[in-house]
């Protein structure tokens, strides 16, 4: 089947689609901003992937804190956690982040990227349930070797943005091997709601023109050969159909959310927002 000339102008990094299963339903309604880095979208109806640059979309990076997804549904698989709104204390340490400072749920500890909460199941679930659920979900390249409290943080544990977005395909077609309740409760946890999204994700939370929402989870981590690594992987449901994507970003110095400002202006470029 031939492929009709897409109408996105090629300030969107010439934007490849991959597979040729038809283009989006319509066009961008504005002109798409250059994403700095790799961004990665995929039709949950029609499978079809858009993605701006196949090189650096397939390179594997650190997931940092976006790996709380998969480790949200693991310690609630695994009983580690059985309520998300059930608190844990705070160990009393004082960390950098303020917000981190107080007892915290697993709904919170994903809102606020709580370090140290994840740190604390991660020694309840165990390197060996953890590397077998890793392998269930087929994320990334499933090395849980090192230190079990920080493995995802700046390596070995290793994922493309393309794997991101097929994990959450996955995750959003409820198609993962894990039971109705973890699941819904995950997905619940990440949506970015206008009232409820702590500062740095005001942006991702809307409320769109479009009525659409959408869910999130960013990430940052620092490694020696790309500096500083921004992540924000998620979902959207709009009138116009169902997506996840996957943002990164990397460089030197990054401030904020970059990876999260840039997926935005791919999204609204796209007209999927």
């Not at 002109?31 to 090189?55: M, Q």
């Not at 979900?137 to 090192?146: I, K, L, Q, R």
């Not at 959408?214 to 500096?227: L, P």
């Given at each position: 089947?031939?492929?009709?000339?897409?109408?996105?102008?090629?300030?969107?990094l010439?934007?490849?689609?991959?597979?040729?299963?038809?283009a989006?339903?319509?066009?961008a309604?504005?002109?798409p901003?250059?994403?700095?880095?790799?961004?990665?979208?995929?039709?949950?109806?029609?499978g079809e992937?858009?993605?701006?640059?196949?090189?650096?979309?397939?390179?594997?990076?650190p997931?940092?804190?976006?790996?709380?997804?998969p480790?949200?549904?693991?310690?609630?698989?695994?009983?580690?956690?059985?309520?998300p709104?059930?608190?844990?204390?705070?160990?009393g340490?004082?960390?950098?982040?303020?917000?981190?400072?107080?007892?915290?749920?697993?709904?919170?500890?994903?809102?606020?990227?709580v370090?140290?909460?994840?740190?604390?199941?991660?020694?309840?679930?165990?390197?060996?349930?953890?590397?077998?659920?890793l392998?269930?979900?087929?994320?990334?390249?499933?090395?849980?070797?090192?230190?079990?409290?920080?493995?995802?943080?700046?390596?070995?544990?290793?994922?493309?943005p393309?794997?991101?977005?097929?994990?959450?395909?996955?995750?959003?077609?409820?198609?993962?091997?894990?039971?109705e309740?973890?699941?819904?409760?995950?997905?619940?946890?990440?949506?970015?709601?206008?009232?409820?999204?702590?500062?740095?994700?005001?942006?991702?939370?809307?409320?769109?023109?479009?009525?659409?929402?959408?869910?999130?989870?960013?990430?940052?981590?620092?490694?020696?050969?790309?500096?500083?690594?921004?992540?924000?992987?998620?979902?959207?449901?709009?009138?116009?159909g169902?997506y996840?994507?996957?943002?990164?970003?990397?460089?030197?110095?990054?401030?904020?959310?970059?990876?999260l400002?840039?997926?935005v202006?791919?999204?609204q470029?796209?007209?999927?927002?």
């Amino acid at each position: 089947m031939t492929r009709a000339p897409s109408p996105l102008p090629s300030l969107l990094l010439a934007l490849v689609l991959l597979p040729p299963l038809g283009a989006l339903a319509q066009p961008a309604r504005t002109e798409p901003k250059k994403h700095p880095g790799c961004f990665v979208l995929l039709d949950l109806k029609t499978g079809e992937l858009t993605r701006n640059d196949p090189e650096r979309c397939a390179k594997r990076m650190p997931p940092a804190s976006t790996f709380k997804v998969p480790h949200a549904l693991i310690a609630l698989e695994t009983g580690v956690v059985t309520d998300p709104a059930a608190t844990r204390k705070w160990d009393g340490k004082k960390r950098d982040v303020p917000d981190w400072n107080r007892d915290h749920s697993l709904e919170s500890a994903i809102r606020y990227s709580v370090v140290w909460f994840f740190q604390g199941t991660a020694k309840q679930i165990g390197r060996e349930r953890m590397k077998d659920w890793l392998h269930r979900f087929g994320y990334g390249n499933e090395d849980v070797s090192g230190e079990l409290t920080g493995f995802w943080l700046a390596g070995p544990l290793l994922i493309s943005p393309e794997e991101q977005v097929r994990f959450l395909a996955r995750l959003y077609k409820n198609e993962l091997p894990v039971s109705e309740r973890s699941r819904e409760a995950v997905k619940r946890i990440l949506v970015q709601a206008p009232d409820t999204a702590p500062e740095r994700m005001k942006r991702l939370a809307g409320p769109w023109p479009t009525g659409a929402v959408v869910s999130g989870k960013t990430g940052s981590t620092h490694t020696k050969q790309d500096g500083d690594v921004s992540w924000l992987v998620g979902h959207v449901r709009s009138p116009r159909g169902e997506y996840v994507f996957a943002s990164l970003v990397t460089g030197e110095h990054l401030e904020g959310p970059t990876a999260l400002h840039a997926a935005v202006d791919a999204l609204q470029g796209l007209g999927v927002l």
